[in-house]
């Protein structure tokens, strides 16, 4: 199985939604697939503001990954929160998910970005796990906080 990144396009979105309504079942993220549609279309359109990869083979992907793009002064630049991950329950523990994380910033950062950050439940140490080993770390006295508009 190959983590294999294709960057999605209008011609992925179905793919992507359905992909998308899975993860947010198992999340429990409650959103129609007409606001799934809406919010990924733009990202696969070209929007400046993120992006979205099909994980694995375009015809028969195994997960996604959206990265959303902002600017950072104290890390010098362009930087980018992982929105969403996500690898079907199937295939996951086969390192697929490692493997993306690994490439990702790697691709990324030679498009000029400079830090990659993302939010993880506090109580889910297969995710901690996963994301220590792909190089992330938590910043010490720091903590992502969100105010829905």
Aim: with cysteine; net charge neutral; charged share 25%.
């Amino acid at each position: 199985m190959s983590a294999a990144l294709t960057l999605a396009k209008p011609e992925h979105l179905d793919r992507l939604t359905t992909l998308c309504a899975s993860f947010h079942a198992e999340e429990g993220i409650t959103q129609t697939d007409e606001a799934r549609r809406d919010a990924l279309a733009p990202l696969l359109d070209g929007s400046p503001y993120g992006v979205a990869y099909l994980i694995g083979p375009p015809r028969a992907a195994i997960g996604y990954i959206v990265i959303c793009f902002g600017w950072s002064v104290e890390f010098g630049g362009l930087d980018a929160i992982i929105d969403e991950l996500y690898i079907r329950p199937g295939v996951r523990g086969r390192g697929i998910a490692t493997e993306a994380l690994i490439a990702l910033p790697r691709a990324l950062s030679e498009g000029g970005l400079r830090a990659v950050h993302l939010e993880v439940d506090r109580e889910n140490a297969a995710a901690i796990k996963l994301y220590r080993r792909a190089g992330f770390a938590p910043r010490e006295n720091y903590m992502f906080m969100s105010r829905k508009l």
